[in-house]
């Protein structure tokens, strides 16, 4: 008897807790009531010169997403002279599409999107169109409309191709003749994954280095760090440089190099490279783990906001934007490096830069 | 030939025999290469540590191994199985680094509460929901699969607020054990070891597995012969949440983090299909821990294998669907009921002569 209570009092705190969950929904709904009031508010003021828009934002799944919402916000807000309707759609297209027609409902002076799916948008893209209302794409791409002004976001194979380009600066200046390269490659079919797997093996084909393997750590550290302790085993000896497409990979990895007695980093055996340059990225470059870490910025919303100007002094931005990106090292000797003919600095990393990161 | 058919007999005959076959792979392509045949099986101590492939397997199948524990005594008592042990796995790890770095804190070097009291936390959570599952099963007469689909979608997302929806970092070397290294040995061998060595003292020493068997064979039969069934079940989910704590804990210290998006995706197929590989029937009755057990090394196995083979990543699973489809269907009823007529005609034939 006694235990069959206690049966039904586990059963009774996991059902009290599944109301917490739904407590807090019921707390986003709230905020998506407040949000309302304050579109309202927003029409009211639109008298005030304020320019409105509205941004259906992917969701909230990692560091770098939230980093991207957190710019927008900052550089949209009331004192900059706009009024930002965010929508976060929870890696949801069918809410996302939505979004955006409320914001054509509402009349918003912009659209700004980040599509969560590349297709399925011609229909959408046709309203704005028909309402007269800008659309800006940022990070993701819409492939089958071309119904937007422009989209901002990184170019992933420029990514690559940096990262190609200062090994080749760090091995000459190394006196290191040969490169055996393994690769731990992102989610297959990800845009990143192509353009930093296309940058990275154009540079290495011109310049006859070897890619030994280049498997899929599907973006995270438990990933990263069993494909590692494979290669360890598969090419002992014969391996001196490790791309990891993603900071995660990279912390995996180095765990893997780390059980196996391999040394890897500025004084290391093997040079690490690693993409994103997240806080806990530039952390380990800056302790010397991570060789190089090449960034791909989150923060959009500048970039975006140059874009709008543009527009409100009716001249045509580009179609596509190209955000600023930084390449960060630990040793203060490759000063700059040329990417598709254009000459890039490399930065150093200090303690105000990681302070500073997303 | 007497001796053969005593051991081809043997219930766990086909499970180790799927097994070594797979492993067998690995010598022809080492043979083939000009290396040493038995590279893939070669273990030895590197940096203080032991190293090589099986060190590998064994370690990496570790998770899967204490689930299918867990998912062998749910198959077998209630005929169903449970498909919340991934997700179950990712909130245990999420409530453990978030007792750990404190509400809200992303990354953290010192630990807000005793390691043990995290830990703990981290695992009673997953009993909870175990207790939650075998109670609607056991009580409320749901279906198995229906009653786990609740926290196969809600734990993980239970998971994400306890963490704030933050990648939780738990950078502390204490932690870091239960995924590192135990003296030589990797840590998650020897809780797996452990986890195996005590359900299998547990079952084989006292009549609960006989009590599983039972149940799962006929439900009513055994309620009249004596057996509280439902209290049966209810026990058998609560050790499916367990190990699916201990799990999670495993998972969350090999990254120093709580990643609920990711620990313990898509693990409760792998459970499952441990489980049937070890010749298990889903549905219920009779079962044998070790062939789940031997069934979890031998996915991880293939795993392995596919990646000292340097199978390009895409085509992976082409291939871990092959291998499956061949293991199950040697291990299928008919096809040993057609080997067994071949053999008995050959028998017939030799004393037709």
């Known amino acids: 008897m006694k235990k069959k209570f206690l049966a039904t009092l586990l059963t009774v705190s996991m059902a009290a807790t599944m109301l917490v969950g739904c407590g807090s929904d019921d707390d986003a709904k709230e905020n998506d009531k407040q949000q309302e009031t304050q579109k309202e508010d927003s029409d009211d003021s639109k008298g005030d010169g304020l320019i409105t828009i509205g941004f259906a934002q992917v969701g909230h799944e990692s560091d770098w997403r939230t980093a991207s919402t957190k710019s927008c916000q900052d550089v949209f807000s009331k004192d900059n002279g706009y009024d930002l309707q965010f929508v976060d759609c929870d890696n949801d297209p069918a809410v996302q599409l939505e979004a955006v027609r409320n914001f054509i409902e509402q009349d918003v002076d912009y659209i700004i999107i980040d599509p969560i799916v590349a297709n399925g948008w011609d229909t959408v893209l046709t309203e704005c169109e028909d309402a007269g209302i800008p659309v800006i794409v940022i990070d993701r791409t819409i492939e089958d409309s071309d119904k937007y002004v422009s989209w901002v976001g990184s170019n992933f194979k420029t990514e690559g191709l940096a990262a190609g380009e200062w090994l080749k600066a760090y091995i000459k200046e190394k006196n290191i003749s040969e490169v055996n390269a393994l690769v731990i490659e992102g989610s297959k079919g990800a845009s990143a994954t192509i353009g930093r797997t296309d940058g990275f093996k154009e540079i290495a084909d011109r310049e006859g280095w070897k890619i030994l393997d280049s498997q899929d750590g599907d973006f995270t550290q438990d990933g990263g760090q069993e494909i590692m302790e494979s290669y360890i085993k598969s090419y002992e000896g014969k391996f001196n440089v490790v791309i990891c497409q993603n900071d995660n990979e990279a912390f995996g990895a180095m765990d893997a190099m780390k059980a196996a007695g391999i040394k890897y980093g500025v004084d290391g055996d093997v040079i690490l490279v690693s993409f994103d340059a997240c806080t806990a990225g530039l952390e380990r470059v800056m302790s010397g783990e991570i060789n190089a870490d090449f960034e791909c910025n989150p923060l959009a919303a500048p970039f975006v906001e140059e874009v709008i100007k543009k527009l409100q002094n009716n001249e045509t931005p580009e179609k596509e934007v190209y955000m600023e990106e930084h390449w960060f090292v630990k040793e203060d000797i490759i000063p700059s490096i040329e990417v598709n003919g254009e000459s890039q600095d490399m930065t150093v990393v200090t303690q105000e830069i990681i302070d500073a990161q997303y | 030939m007497n001796n053969i058919k005593k051991l081809t007999s043997k219930a766990l005959f086909l499970p180790i025999f799927c097994m070594l076959l ?332």
């Open chain 2, 22 to 353: 797979v492993m067998a792979a690995n010598i022809i392509y080492d043979a083939a290469n000009g290396n040493f045949a038995l590279n893939f099986f070669t273990i030895s101590v590197r940096n203080g540590v032991l190293y090589g492939r099986l060190i590998d397997i064994l370690n990496r199948g570790s998770e899967i191994a204490i689930l299918s524990i867990g998912m062998t005594l749910v198959v077998s008592s209630s005929a169903g199985t449970d498909i919340s042990v991934g997700s179950v796995m990712s909130l245990a790890a999420s409530f453990c680094c978030m007792l750990l770095a404190g509400y809200g804190t992303a990354a953290t070097t010192e630990l807000a509460v005793p390691l043990l009291v995290g830990v703990l936390g981290g695992i009673l959570l997953a009993c909870v929901c175990g207790a939650f599952n075998g109670f609607l099963v056991a009580y409320l007469n749901v279906q198995p699969m229906v009653a786990t689909l609740i926290l196969f979608s809600a734990a993980r997302a239970i998971g994400l607020l306890c963490c704030n929806n933050l990648i939780v970092y738990v950078r502390n070397d204490s932690f870091k054990m239960f995924g590192g290294y135990l003296g030589f040995i990797p840590t998650p061998i020897v809780i797996a070891a452990g986890c195996i060595l005590v359900m299998a003292i547990l079952l084989k020493k006292t009549a609960l597995g006989l009590y599983i068997q039972s149940v799962g064979i006929n439900k009513k039969a055994s309620r009249i012969a004596g057996l509280n069934s439902g209290k049966i079940i209810f026990l058998c989910y609560i050790v499916c949440g367990l190990m699916a704590g201990i799990a999670g804990i495993v998972a969350s210290s090999r990254i120093s983090s709580a990643d609920s998006n990711n620990i313990g995706l898509n693990y409760e197929l792998d459970a499952i299909l441990a489980v049937a590989l070890g010749g298990n029937s889903l549905g219920g009755g009779k079962f044998n821990l070790a062939g789940s057990v031997i069934g979890a090394y031998t996915i991880q196995a293939i795993t392995t294998t596919l990646f000292a083979l340097g199978v390009s990543s895409d085509q992976a699973p082409v291939y871990k669907a092959i291998i499956v489809i061949i293991i199950v269907a040697i291990q299928a009823p008919p096809f040993n009921a057609w080997v067994k007529r071949l053999s008995a005609k050959r028998a017939l034939a030799k004393g037709g002569v």
